[in-house]
């Protein structure tokens, strides 16, 4: 029942989309007047639009001196003040250029994995930080009768909790970015200067379930993305969105992974265009199409934005999720939403033999949870430019998921375990072995020092897990989600742990 109620709420959101299109239609219509940009190098530049409104923005501050001026329209003179100053167009990504080390930022998704964790990591850094979360990751668990290894705190706890140890707040908004008139006031209210947008559904499985999960995740997450972007637009012009894409938006094509861009030679003449993309899910499809619409946002509008393409993320401590237990973060070892290395830790742990889909050969992109925060406030901190699109593949090292089995195994005997592998059939459509070479050096180029999968951190991964190996169900390690057999009927929870 849960289950057709969440669902049933994404179709009410998709009536209101149609509403909000017709609204911002006509405002998309108003902003074709303006020249749209060139295509210039690996970034889309535009900032005419933008340009016009600080303009505009500063003759009314001008005005707002000879009257007592309210803090939003000091608040933003300044932001215009400092966009009228940008750098030329065209200049190095990733040089600092409004010269602030610290900024407003709202984290969409931040009681998700990566999202709690960044929103600790800001905040502690002295940013001022807003969550905005409608919590249907938690809704997801409930539907589908999964539990976090790690036993987490609600987010209001979570919040409170951070305020006593750190005396900081977060800023709490609990709600549906698919909701337009929620994230309008959720941006009037706290005036961003970046947006971090985590807040999608990111399983694959999950979106292989069925025709409604696969249906809920395109439009949870490409509508999510959209209003996000009308609401920079709107309210917040200068805010800097940085969306989490994936590694998987761009499949595994037989020639090495460029950073977003490839320059391609065809029929004697040259361009450089955005990296093809061959999503493997529904999930990654969805990913595959922010992406494009962000794009198109930066060229049409001259937003900015940065792509971060992201890895598999691993581990579950960060400096400040392990201040206390409230503030720990989830980690999940199911076939649904866990991720390879930290299944493996906990299969190790309770004695499950690790299971490797098919060959085994499987070679992706992987980071440390640690390295996770530090992009972002990498990313935040050295912001795009008015009208670039800038596009940054984040992870650290790639592993083949028989060289994973390969690292927890000789981690877990060393700890006294002993751990067995298992090639069970894939339930995905993938290829086993394959070529897979990515670039990567952006960030590292930013000052990223990335913290290497060793020893100690499989160490510490294993005996977080062996510390909740209570709680460890282990009807949900096995894979229940298949590519192929997906069905327009839909599968209860029930159903899919028996399957
Ligand atoms: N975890 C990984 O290994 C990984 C790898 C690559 C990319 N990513 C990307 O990073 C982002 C965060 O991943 P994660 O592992 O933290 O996921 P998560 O599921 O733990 O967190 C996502 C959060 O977003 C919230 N959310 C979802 N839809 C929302 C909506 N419509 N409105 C408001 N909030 C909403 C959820 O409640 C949840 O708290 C995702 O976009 C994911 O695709 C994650």
Redesign the pocket.
């Known amino acids: 029942m849960a289950q057709s109620t969440a669902i049933s709420a994404g179709i009410s959101g998709s009536a209101r989309f149609l509403l909000d299109c017709k609204a911002t239609g006509q405002s998309c219509a108003t902003n074709a007047r303006y020249a749209l940009p060139n295509l210039e190098s690996k970034s889309f530049l535009c900032g005419q639009n933008a340009g016009l409104r600080n303009k505009a923005i500063l003759r009314q501050g001008a005005n707002a001196r000879t009257h007592k001026a309210t803090l939003k329209e000091r608040r933003q003179v300044a932001r215009a003040t400092a966009a009228v100053k940008e750098p030329a167009v065209g200049e190095k990504a990733g040089v600092v250029e409004n010269g602030k080390d610290k900024e407003r930022v709202m984290i969409?998704?931040?009681?998700?994995?990566?999202?709690w964790a960044t929103a600790l990591h800001l905040s502690a850094r002295g940013h001022e930080v807003a969550i905005?979360?409608?919590?249907?990751?938690?809704t997801f668990d409930d539907q589908l009768g999964l539990q976090t290894l790690t036993p987490i705190s609600s987010v209001h706890t979570r919040v409170k909790k951070w305020k006593q140890i750190k005396n900081k707040d977060i800023k709490l908004f609990v709600?549906?970015?698919?909701e337009f008139d929620f994230l309008a006031d959720a941006f009037q209210q706290f005036e961003p200067d970046a947006v971090v947008?985590?807040?999608?559904?990111?399983s694959a499985p999950y979106s292989m379930i069925d025709r409604s999960r696969a249906v809920f995740t395109q439009h949870?997450n490409v509508i999510?993305t959209l209003n996000v972007m009308f609401a920079i637009k709107e309210f917040a012009p200068q805010c800097h969105l940085v969306k989490?894409?994936?590694?998987?938006e761009y499949g595994t094509p037989n020639i090495d992974i460029e950073e977003g861009f490839i320059e391609i030679t065809h029929n004697g003449r040259k361009d450089v265009l955005p990296f093809p993309k061959q999503g493997g899910s529904f999930y990654h499809l969805s990913?595959v199409h922010d992406s494009h619409n962000i794009a198109f946002a930066c060229k049409a509008w001259g937003i900015r934005a940065t792509d971060l393409n992201?890895?598999?993320?691993y581990g579950v401590k960060t400096e400040e999720t392990s201040l206390d237990e409230a503030l720990i973060n989830?980690l999940d070892y199911d076939g649904v939403?866990g991720?390879a290395l930290n299944r493996f830790c906990v299969q190790a742990a309770v004695g499950h033999p690790l299971t490797i889909y098919g060959k085994g050969g499987q070679t992706r992109g992987y980071l440390d949870i640690r390295d996770t925060v530090r992009c972002l406030e990498l990313a935040i901190t050295r912001p795009a430019k008015l009208g670039e699109f800038r596009v940054f593949n984040q992870f650290t090292e790639q592993f083949s998921v028989r060289d994973l089995a390969k690292l927890v195994t000789e981690a877990g005997r060393k700890l006294g375990l002993e751990v067995k592998s298992i090639n069970v059939e894939n339930p995905r459509v993938e290829a086993e072995e394959h070529y897979y070479n990515a670039k990567h050096s952006k960030l590292i180029d930013m000052g990223l020092e990335p913290h290497y999968l060793n020893d100690s951190l499989l160490d510490s991964l294993v005996n977080v897990a062996i510390q909740y190996k209570d709680r460890v169900d282990y009807e949900q390690i096995m894979p229940g989600v298949s590519w192929k057999k997906i069905g327009a009927k839909p599968r209860t929870g029930v159903a899919l742990a028996k399957s």
């Open positions: 969409i998704g931040g009681d998700g994995y990566c999202g905005v979360d409608n919590l249907v990751r938690r709600g549906d970015v698919c947008h985590f807040g999608e559904q990111r949870n999510g989490l894409g994936t590694m998987g990913k992201q890895g598999v993320v989830r939403f991720t």
